[in-house]
């Protein structure tokens, strides 16, 4: 069992950032493929950036590349999302998740993934 829990959301103006952290416990972490989701009100949920589970590969969706950058720490069972240059389009609830499914097949297909934090709201205003 995975229990994954986010930290870290809040408002922020445009231009600035913000690192959403998620604590992960559960003895799998290490070999799961774990990603960043989020939702906006309205939209369909997004895969937002998505890392190995050694930390080598990662994806990201076309709109963050360049701004946004996944990392974990496996020692300390964490996993990060650095977001700079947040733009109000990035507002959403953003979701920490993950699977044992290898992460270069489908990244991005939240149905894949077993394991759900509860999320933390992102608010960017112009």
């Known amino acids: 069992q995975v229990q994954l829990v986010e930290s870290g959301g809040g408002s922020e103006q445009a231009g600035g950032s913000l690192r959403l952290s998620c604590a992960v416990s559960?003895?799998?972490?290490?070999?799961?493929?774990m990603g960043w989701f989020r939702q906006a009100p309205g939209k369909k949920r997004e895969g937002v950036a998505v890392?190995?589970?050694?930390?080598?590969?990662?994806y990201y969706v076309e709109s963050v590349k360049g701004r946004f950058s996944v990392s974990r720490d496996n020692a300390k069972n964490y996993l990060y999302l650095q977001m700079n240059s947040l733009k109000p389009e990035d507002t959403a609830m953003y979701y920490c998740?993950?699977?044992?499914?290898?992460?270069?097949?489908?990244?991005?297909?939240?149905?894949?993934?077993?394991?759900w934090g509860r999320g933390t709201q992102v608010t960017v205003s112009s």
């Open positions: 890392i190995s589970s050694g930390g080598d590969t990662t």
């Open positions: 559960g003895s799998t972490y290490s070999s799961s493929c």
């Open positions: 998740a993950a699977r044992r499914l290898t992460c270069g097949l489908a990244p991005f297909d939240f149905d894949t993934y077993s394991y």
